[in-house]
């Protein structure tokens, strides 16, 4: 906020918010009917924020991002920030008092936003139920594709039916790999998972396998089910749930044994191919009889396997298109001994994979893209990556999904999911294809906002918007109608737009260093260019990339976030075009290298507000000193009306979150007014922030 509104605003804030809910009524469906808010000639973001809604609003959706925006979540994209903070943002931005309320439709129709660093796609989402049209960039080809499909509506009759087709296919040709027998009757059923233990050796050669745990499963009647470490049986509390028939010759050990029983250290083995590192010591079931099964793995079982590995040479997948190059997080693959992406894959998991991607290709072009995707978003449920929790009583059977931290994890006991199992269970085909494709349609069709009346949040629904549009190729289209999108691949330095043609720039640039976006991306890419080979461009230079997989240090952020902010100043109109992102990072380099960036571009700080970005329960940041929130950032290019005084503050105290993002902010709008030079920038960043 501006200094000279800066006094008394957060109470006559709270005022105007209760007045406004006051004076609120819910139509039959829900829906709210417009309130009355006084008119204001200048961009409603310049002077002021709806920081008490955007606020409670953010602390509620970040507790499960993908449940409030289901329609954006059908890809994994990291790093993605709160749908009801950018439709806060979009808001400020309407000129029309009458839909400038965060529960009335629309408000940006004749206007085109412009988001250059799209990612997850959440800008364009919020701006085209707005009734905008936009324009997104990226330079990774997954936001592409997400965007593309997610704004792409196809009839749900459609979806279903080909769905339908597509899943009975894959179980005809592989429903044999995929079956257990139970302990109790002999009936053989759908296996539901295999867990997996980890063959490690000593340093004196002798060898042992580990597991996170020997329980594998804690009953709602305070039963337990363990794998006994000495004879392999599989236990209901101490008495026999299935007997081991087949079992290595192996000491089985959890993983807070770190020492071999001769007393040297285990260390890991990488001769081995991964999935070969590891083996199988209990699969899991579901009995029409007795329920809820863990065997131990039999001849049948293990016959199963073997077939599956004997068939993983005739798989013609492309080694060089599956080859890992080492980037800050892959490198921890390759430091394994891993250099294809195909080794995280157990030989069941690749013939999945290779018949999906066959019965794609019989599949309508808008269908099978959506399903591309939906079978890309399968490949981190199932991998051997994937580890267990489903060991504790309040997550029976729940998997740990590759990617549930910003990392690469190993597990010690890993978990090979079935995905054709018939039931929504954790990471399957049903799961996603409901959850992911059918509830996100169902939402696009019927925005859903939650409002807050008595201090708890209830489900609204938002009369006449839609989360979809229509896709156009050139920049004409976009300049009649609504609700329509532009998506261009490459690195926005150099975007394919005339001068001064978006009215505004609203994205989520990536937070310095936090994110390895595109070194993570790399797993997926390497499927989704076997299912969509023409669909975009998959071979491009990461030297355009604000964090460049193959480069460290400010230098990269600094001249690709330079060249960005120029182009969106080239594109932006005069006077009322405003570029807007939200931004954290505790590092001072990171913040000299936005300011630096921003201010060759030509731009001025208007305002900055702080509201809440993130769950403290998130696993990524669980444990951790993390930042929560963000500062939302509002620039104008420079010399195109008012530019406020901005206070610089001597110390920017690290001790608090919120505090810490608005002194940073502030400090942000003061050098952009100074010319300073880059070396002096960096030098008052490092010595503002301790």
């Not at 936003?113 to 324009?135: S, Y």
């Not at 980890?198 to 329980?215: F, T």
């Not at 030297?543 to 952020?557: E, F, L, T, W």
């Not at 990072?585 to 913040?591: F, R, T």
């Amino acid at each position: 906020m501006r200094p000279d509104l800066a006094e008394n605003w957060g109470d006559a804030h709270k005022k105007m918010m209760h007045d406004v809910v006051a004076s609120e009524t819910l139509d039959e469906d829900f829906g709210v009917l417009e309130a009355d808010l006084p008119f204001i000639d200048d961009l409603p973001i310049d002077d002021r924020f709806d920081i008490v809604l955007a606020e409670y609003l953010a602390k509620v959706e970040s507790y499960n991002k993908h449940l409030y925006r289901p329609n954006t979540y059908l890809h994994k994209w990291w790093a993605r920030r709160c749908g009801t903070t950018f439709r806060a943002i979009l808001k400020h931005l309407v000129c029309n008092p009458a839909k400038q309320n965060y529960y009335t439709a629309g408000g940006l129709e004749g206007q085109i936003i412009l988001d250059p660093m799209m990612g997850g796609g959440t800008t364009l989402h919020e701006a085209i139920r707005l009734g905008a049209n936009v324009v997104g960039a990226d330079i990774d080809p997954i936001p592409i594709l997400q965007v593309r499909s997610t704004l792409t509506e196809v009839p749900l009759k459609d979806l279903i039916h080909q769905f339908n087709h597509f899943y009975e296919s894959l179980c005809s040709k592989l429903g044999y790999f995929y079956r257990v027998a139970c302990p109790v009757c002999g009936e053989d059923h759908e296996l539901r998972f295999v867990l997996y233990g980890l063959r490690l050796k000593c340093l004196n050669g002798h060898e042992s396998i580990v597991v996170d745990s020997y329980i594998l499963r804690q009953n709602s009647d305070g039963s337990e089910i363990h794998v006994c470490p000495e004879t392999y049986n599989i236990l209901q509390d101490r008495e026999i749930h299935s007997s081991a028939s087949i079992h290595p010759s192996l000491p089985l050990l959890e993983k807070k044994n770190k020492r071999c029983f001769c007393g040297e250290k285990f260390e890991n083995s990488i001769s081995d191919p991964y999935y070969k590192r590891y083996v199988p010591i209990a699969i899991a079931g579901e009995c029409s009889e007795h329920g809820v099964f863990f065997n131990s793995p039999g001849k049948a079982d293990i016959d199963r396997i073997s077939s599956a590995d004997a068939k993983r040479g005739t798989l013609k997948f492309d080694p060089d298109h599956f080859k890992i190059h080492p980037g800050p997080k892959s490198s921890d693959l390759v430091k394994r001994g891993i250099l294809s992406y195909l080794d995280l894959y157990s030989s069941r998991q690749l013939l999945f994979f290779n018949s999906a991607i066959n019965e794609l290709q019989k599949l309508d072009d808008s269908i099978r893209l959506k399903f591309s995707l939906l079978l890309s978003t399968s490949t981190e449920f199932n991998s051997m990556l994937c580890g267990y929790k489903g060991a504790g009583k309040n997550r029976p059977g729940a998997i740990r999904h590759t990617f549930a931290h910003h990392a690469y994890s190993f597990p010690y006991t890993a978990l090979e999911n079935n995905p054709l199992y018939s039931r929504k269970s954790s990471g399957t085909l049903q799961n996603l294809f409901h959850n992911r494709l059918i509830r996100g349609y169902r939402w696009a069709m019927k925005p859903l906002e939650r409002k807050v009346l008595d201090g708890k949040p209830f489900k609204v629904h938002i009369h006449g918007e839609r989360d979809s549009g229509t896709e156009y190729f050139s920049m004409d289209d976009l300049k009649e109608g609504t609700r329509r999108f532009l998506l261009l691949q490459g690195s926005s330095g150099k975007l394919p737009l005339p001068d001064g043609c978006i009215d505004h720039v609203v994205t989520d640039p990536p937070y310095f260093d936090s994110v390895q976006y595109s070194d993570l991306a790399a797993y997926f890419r390497v499927w989704l260019r076997q299912m969509l080979p023409d669909e975009v461009l998959w071979d491009y230079s990461t030297a355009d990339s604000a964090v460049d997989p193959h480069s460290n240090g400010s230098d990269q952020y600094e001249m690709v976030l330079s060249r960005i902010f120029s182009e969106c100043h080239r594109v932006l109109k005069e006077e009322k075009g405003r570029m807007i992102f939200t931004f954290h990072h505790w590092n001072p380099k990171g913040w000299a290298a936005l300011t630096i960036a921003l201010k060759r571009a030509g731009f001025v700080l208007m305002n900055r507000y702080v509201i809440h970005s993130e769950n403290l329960t998130s696993v990524h940041i669980s444990n951790q000193k993390a930042l929560v929130h963000d500062v939302v950032l509002v620039f104008a290019k420079k010399g195109s009306g008012f530019c406020p005084d901005w206070e610089k503050a001597d110390r920017i105290s690290k001790e608090e979150s919120f505090a810490f993002c608005e002194q940073c902010g502030t400090l942000l709008g003061c050098l952009l007014n100074e010319n300073d030079e880059d070396q002096k920038i960096h030098r008052i960043w490092s010595e503002s922030i301790l």
